[in-house]
């Protein structure tokens, strides 16, 4: 018996050894996608940096539901993080809309610039109360109108119903560019355009792969006329219960991710244009100004909104190179 308890007490780990926290995350894209790679990295990296004190799962393909729901549980503490898209967390603060508004960035570089600047700081920090954090934005590339055939210019547009995600900023959007916005969820575009429910969409090139909608909407118009960013979300308690020291290497671990997600974003891109071509797709190059001029409306609305919108709005023009 002596032998035995001796097996016993010394077959499992020490009682006063700390558990390992598991961090459990909602994404609603494939493992293809780069800010699944990029999310990966991290995860790696924090459980190392932290010996161990934290893990990341993640959960892709929404199977924890839509990024509304993803967020929900986020905020009750049913899960720790999430990636969701900007318009999401619209809906508890209106100042969002400014890092989501039509040709407000130049390009990849200054979208990367702002993200990393601390000028979206304050912006983050107002939605605290609502059960979150927001800890950095990924980008998701620079969303164009796909359909049946190029679009050069607002007219080419006419009666088009071009799927949105849910939000009245980018259902007004589409409708100054000159077309029809149609809100609805992306899982339901490749049969609403089969059945003409839908003449085309509006994303970037990865998603636009990822999905083959080169296979309904083969022309893919460079009308350049949104950078969406996607916000990372983490559950107020569990940010709240880390050490200082873990916060501070969650916060440079954030930072390092959002770079790399940028450079892996870029890699994707290329990589997504050859599958498309290679399907029959055809990419179109656009001249952007008549649709930045039919937008201007929109623009305004939202920098007027709010003394803070229009701080935040000259604050990422005034990054601009």
């Known amino acids: 018996m002596a032998a035995l308890f001796l097996l016993v007490g010394c077959s499992g780990k020490k009682s006063d050894e700390p558990k390992s926290k598991l961090l459990k995350l909602a994404f609603n894209q494939s493992e293809n996608h780069p800010?699944?790679?990029?999310?990966?990295?991290?995860?790696?990296?924090?459980?190392?940096?932290?010996?161990?004190?934290?893990?990341?799962?993640?959960?892709?393909?929404?199977?924890?539901?839509?990024?509304?729901?993803?967020?929900?549980?986020?905020?009750n503490g049913v899960i720790?993080?999430?990636?969701?898209?900007?318009?999401?967390?619209?809906?508890?603060?209106?100042?969002?809309?400014?890092?989501?508004?039509?040709?407000?960035?130049?390009?990849l570089e200054h979208q990367k610039e702002v993200f990393i600047s601390g000028a979206l700081d304050d912006l983050f920090g107002s939605v605290k109360g609502s059960g979150f954090e927001v800890l950095g934005a990924f980008t998701a590339?620079?969303?164009?109108?796909?359909?049946?055939?190029?679009v050069e210019k607002p007219a080419d547009l006419s009666g088009?119903?071009?799927?949105?995600?849910?939000s009245d900023t980018m259902k007004k959007m589409v409708d100054y560019m000159g077309?029809?916005?149609?809100?609805?969820?992306?899982?339901?575009?490749?049969?609403?355009?089969?059945?003409?429910?839908?003449?085309?969409?509006?994303?970037?090139?990865?998603?636009?792969?990822?999905?083959?909608?080169?296979?309904?909407?083969?022309?893919?118009?460079?009308?350049?006329?949104?950078m969406v960013p996607d916000l990372i979300i983490m559950n107020n308690s569990t940010y709240d219960e880390m050490s200082d020291e873990n916060k501070v290497i969650l916060k440079n671990l954030i930072k390092e991710t959002i770079n790399k997600e940028f450079i892996a974003w870029n890699e994707n891109v290329?990589?997504?244009?050859?599958?498309?071509?290679?399907?029959?797709?055809?990419?179109?190059?656009v001249s952007i100004k008549p649709f930045q001029e039919r937008v201007k409306?929109?623009?305004?609305?939202?920098?007027?909104?709010?003394?803070?919108?229009?701080i935040?709005?000259?604050a990422i023009r005034d990054l601009s190179k």
């Open 312 to 314: 935040l709005y000259d």
């Open 35 to 75: 800010q699944y790679k990029a999310l990966k990295e991290f995860g790696e990296a924090l459980e190392k940096e932290t010996n161990g004190e934290y893990t990341l799962e993640i959960s892709p393909n929404a199977l924890l539901g839509d990024q509304r729901a993803a967020t929900e549980l986020v905020q």
């Open 80 to 107: 720790q993080m999430a990636v969701v898209a900007n318009p999401v967390v619209e809906n508890f603060n209106k100042d969002f809309a400014v890092i989501g508004l039509p040709y407000i960035y130049d390009n």
């Open 160 to 166: 088009y119903k071009i799927r949105v995600m849910q």
């Open 141 to 150: 590339g620079s969303r164009n109108i796909y359909t049946n055939k190029p």
């Open 179 to 226: 077309g029809v916005g149609t809100p609805m969820a992306q899982s339901e575009v490749y049969t609403a355009v089969q059945q003409g429910v839908l003449e085309g969409g509006e994303n970037n090139e990865v998603t636009y792969v990822d999905l083959k909608h080169y296979e309904i909407a083969p022309y893919f118009s460079y009308t350049n006329h949104l």
């Open 297 to 310: 409306p929109l623009q305004q609305s939202v920098i007027d909104s709010s003394e803070n919108s229009k």
């Open 270 to 285: 290329e990589a997504a244009k050859k599958i498309a071509k290679e399907n029959g797709a055809t990419f179109v190059d």
